[in-house]
Nanobody
Framework: QVQLVESGGGLVQAGGSLRLSCAAS????????MGWFRQAPGKEREFVAG???????YYSDSVKGRFTISRDNAKSTVFLQMNSLKPEDTAVYYC????????????????WGKGTLVTVSS
């Protein structure tokens, strides 16, 4: 069992920055691929960024060049640095983990946090 707790959300003006954190507990953190997803009001949850066990990263086109995902295996934490934020980035951001990652899909991730709200004002 893996427990995930997100933090760092809040209200920010367009063009600003936020850094989200996701602290993991339970089984060996370094063995898991870690991802960030988001769900805007009235929309389905979508993939944002992912980091493999190797440290390789993958981003959705909507955040590429603005967001950076990283991990600290010693602290069992994954981060999402969000720069140049836009109002359309407003959503609840979820951290998720997967041991045998096949694809970055909402339907296949093993464990989820409860989310942290990011609101970007125009």
């Amino acid at each position: 069992q893996v427990q995930l707790v997100e933090s760092g959300g809040g209200l920010v003006q367009a063009g600003g920055s936020l850094r989200l954190s996701c602290a993991a507990s339970g089984r060996t953190f370094s063995s898991y691929a870690m991802g960030w997803f988001r769900q805007a009001p009235g929309k389905e949850r979508e993939f944002v960024a992912g980091i493999y066990r190797t440290g390789s990263t993958y981003y959705s086109d909507s955040v590429k060049g603005r967001f950076t995902i990283s991990r600290d295996n010693a602290k069992s934490t994954v981060f999402l640095q969000m720069n140049s934020l836009k109002p359309e980035d407003t959503a609840v951001y979820y951290c998720a983990s997967d041991y045998a990652l096949i694809t970055w899909s909402v339907d296949t991730m093993d464990y989820w946090g409860k989310g942290t709200l990011v609101t970007v004002s125009s």
